[in-house]
């Protein structure tokens, strides 16, 4: 299983960016997956997540109202809608997929990862 991130970039506050992580290998309806982000000097935060079902998402707090991940089956790829990005999302986002019905707060208990891209608001 492979999965390849992208989407990233420079975008000002307020702006919108749709980060993307193509499946290869399974299908992304297999497995409950998560974005994570992670900025300097920081560990590594789930950020949203969904089920194997896709019909469950959870979100942290700082950006419930603002983010939506969602899977598209069709495309076996999972999306992470960003809307109203502000500087503190400012930081290289993961996406990643779990063996499991349930998704999980903790990075070490997923066993795919995508390579990361690039997310810079500026102020």
Do not use: H
């Not at 950020?47 to 700082?62: H, I, K, M, P, R």
Request: net charge positive.
């Amino acid at each position: 299983v492979q999965l390849q991130a992208s989407g990233g970039g420079l975008v000002q506050t307020g702006d919108s960016l749709r980060l993307s992580c193509a499946a290869s290998g399974r299908t992304v309806s297999s497995f409950a997956m998560g974005w994570f982000r992670q900025a300097p000097g920081k560990e590594r935060e789930l950020v949203a997540s969904v089920y194997w079902s896709g019909d469950l998402t959870n979100y942290t707090e700082a950006v419930k109202g603002r983010f939506t991940i969602f899977k598209n089956a069709a495309k076996n790829t999972v999306y992470l809608q960003m809307n109203f990005l502000k500087p503190e999302d400012t930081a290289i986002y993961y996406c990643a997929a779990r063996n499991g019905l349930a998704p999980s707060t903790r990075p070490d208990e997923y066993t795919y990862w995508g390579q990361g891209t690039l997310v810079t608001v500026s102020s």
